[in-house]
């Protein structure tokens, strides 16, 4: 039943990105916005929601490392796993202007974690800041990206849907990524306790891979298209998110108590893969295909690394 979960939850993933991108570049289209923040604001949040899903209810049942490793481990692998497998595909070079802005929020958020988990737990009033801030920077994004509007390129305007059509891909497509990330993970981490795996564990790799695959199907299917805006948008998004947010929600509901591991090792290792992407974005040189090899290289040697430890 468990390997059934899995194949499930990869076709949901699947279909779900799909449905969800063709529904936010038409959205971008109506809404005369930069195709960027749509991304952030709808397919980071919605490919996010896997994530919250999660850490709400590792946090609420006493599995607090699953719901930290969860967000720590899918922030590194949003970056090394997922940038890397879409950059090989289609190498990253241009992308909209605001991402500068945007990478800024993600670097923020980064080390606002590494300063939470130094205090061994992440309390109900960081929680409330936390979103406080998330919503203040989702408003601020969409306020200026309707001021700084631009017209999308022609392979985004080819295809126009009806307001309703629209709608329901969107919502199918969250509603699809969310089933299918549920079935994986479920699917996957009775996999992985059956061989002895420990929570941390299990949330920095499988549970963190399970709920970030919305992201890669999400990528890949915008590298096929060779939209680097939405890529770039759906993985910076999606990290603030995942701090901001799933965290914040979640330790509103249930304070999250942070293992001496997470202070020492893997939310520094986060962070320094978030600084080294945010330095390849911020200095322009994108993310060719060399770099994008040696980012999976680097995710395989830290995947074995978690297990050693």
Known sequence: MDYILVVAGIAGLYFGAEWLLRGAIALAQKLAIPTLVVSLIIVGFGTSMPELLVSIRAATTGSADIALGNV?????????LIVGACALIY????????????????MAASLLLLGLVQFGSIERIAGLAMV?????YVGYAYLQGRKASVPLDEEVKHEKLSGVFMATLIAGGLLTLFAG?????????????????????????????????????????????????????NIVGSNIFNILFILGVTSIIQPVSAAPRFASFDVPVMLAITLGFSALLLTHVGVRRLVAGAM???????TFALVQI
């Open 91 to 106: 190498p990253i070079s241009t992308w909209d202007r605001a991402v500068r802005r945007d990478t800024y929020v993600m």
């Open 181 to 233: 990330a549920e079935a994986l993970v479920r699917g996957a981490t009775n996999l992985a306790r059956d061989f002895g795996v420990s929570e941390a564990v299990i949330g920095l790799t499988v549970v963190a891979i399970g709920t970030s695959l919305p992201e890669l199907a999400t990528g890949i299917m915008s590298a096929l298209r060779r939209h680097s805006d939405i890529m770039i948008g």
């Open 296 to 302: 999976l290289v680097i995710y395989g040697a830290y």
């Open 72 to 80: 720590v481990g899918s922030n590194t692998a949003n970056v090394l």
């Open 132 to 136: 406080a801030l998330l919503l203040a």
